[in-house]
């Protein structure tokens, strides 16, 4: 007994006159439960390795896949994003291109409407020419016919205020004589 005596001092607290359980004997912390949670940690460690160690293996793959992925279109995102520069720098010289051949095109349709309007204008001067002349002629045959037809008018007048009955019995007989010769 004194034997268990001095085991209960060294597993146990005295306190006064009172019995304490050892320390890996406390209630709620008995040893015995976590020697139990090490055995069944250890034992689902082996069972669990392999596939878990799988799962990590491919869940790993899986994101140097999303990794590589993603680094591919970041990469060709800044392929898009330096041929968009690209073009944007070109595009002030393409501008300045565009407008300058847009000048050249004005220019060039400015002297065509003008070497257009020249050739108009002879037309139109020729034309106005052609019909003046041809008005000219219409005039003159006019004039004529008008002072032909004065003229006859005139010389009628003139006739018939200057002719007496004796001028006018010897002009008949002039006109018989003369279709008696024909």
């Known amino acids: 007994m004194l034997f268990a005596g001095a085991t209960i001092v060294l597993y146990s607290l005295v306190i006064g006159d009172e019995y304490t359980r050892p320390w890996w004997d406390y209630p709620g912390l008995e040893a015995w439960k976590f020697l139990n949670l090490f055995v069944f940690v250890g034992v689902m460690i082996y069972v669990l390795k392999r596939p878990l160690t799988d799962a990590f293996r491919s869940r790993r793959e899986g994101i140097r ?18 041929e968009v520069q690209s073009r944007l720098a070109r595009l002030d010289s393409e501008v300045a291109g565009i407008q300058e051949l847009a000048r050249s095109e004005a220019q060039a349709e400015r002297e065509r409407i003008a070497r257009e309007t020249e050739l108009e204008m002879v037309k139109l001067r020729e034309q106005a020419q052609r019909e003046i002349a041809s008005a000219g002629k219409v005039v003159r045959h006019d004039l004529r016919v008008f002072a032909g037809q004065q003229s006859v008018k005139l010389a009628e ?10 001028d006018d019995m010897r002009l008949i007989d002039m006109s018989v004589e003369q279709l008696g010769r024909g």
Do not use: H
């Open 157 to 166: 007048e003139v006739i018939r205020r200057e002719i007496r009955s004796e």
């Open 65 to 82: 896949r999303e990794l590589l992925r993603a680094q591919a279109e970041r990469d060709q995102a800044l392929a898009k994003l330096a």
